[in-house]
């Protein structure tokens, strides 16, 4: 078996901060109703 390596990265700070900075611009769209609990 040959060995693989991975990497786990995340951007939810980023993306979070981006979009406090942009809230007065901007529009979020989930997939369906029960995402409104996120984004409301």
Do not use: F
């Amino acid at each position: 078996m040959s060995n693989i390596q991975a990497c786990h990265t995340t951007t939810a700070v980023a993306i979070s901060e981006y979009i406090k900075n942009m809230k007065d611009h901007s529009l979020l769209v989930g997939p369906d109703s029960e995402s409104e609990q996120w984004v409301s």
